[in-house]
């Protein structure tokens, strides 16, 4: 059984850094495209990031282009979501996502993933 597990939320102020894990369990994360996204109360569910299982390819929505940058390390089965230049409008929950069978073309959508992570606060203030 694949678990997931997020880490590194926290409160700060707007242009502050902050930097999010998610360590793989129950299989090698080399095996998984991994994806970051977001919720706020009310809203759906809002696709951040995609790190592809082959090639490194990666994908980011506009709203996070140029300030966060995902990354990975098979060797830790753990991915990361730098995020840098944090607006009030980040402000949500935080999910990791996993798909070994999802295409990139298609990896956006939240519904090609099967495993997910319970989630991480993160909150910038004004």
């Known amino acids: 059984q694949v678990q997931l597990e997020e880490s590194g939320g926290g409160l700060v102020p707007a242009g502050a850094s902050l930097r999010l894990s998610c360590v793989v369990s129950g299989d090698a994360l080399r095996r998984y495209t991994m994806a970051w996204f977001r919720q706020t109360p009310g809203n759906e569910r809002e696709f951040v990031a995609v790190?592809?299982?082959?090639?490194?390819?990666?994908k980011y929505s506009d709203s996070v282009k140029g300030r966060f940058t995902i990354s990975r390390n098979n060797a830790e089965n753990t991915v990361y979501l730098q995020m840098t230049t944090l607006k009030p409008e980040d402000t949500a929950l935080y999910y990791c996502?996993?798909?070994?069978?999802?295409?990139?073309?298609?990896?956006?959508?939240?519904?090609?993933?099967?495993?997910w992570g319970q989630g991480t606060q993160v909150t910038v203030s004004s």
């Open positions: 996502a996993a798909s070994s069978t999802v295409i990139m073309s298609a990896s956006t959508g939240g519904r090609h993933y099967g495993y």
């Open positions: 790190h592809s299982v082959r090639g490194g390819y990666t």
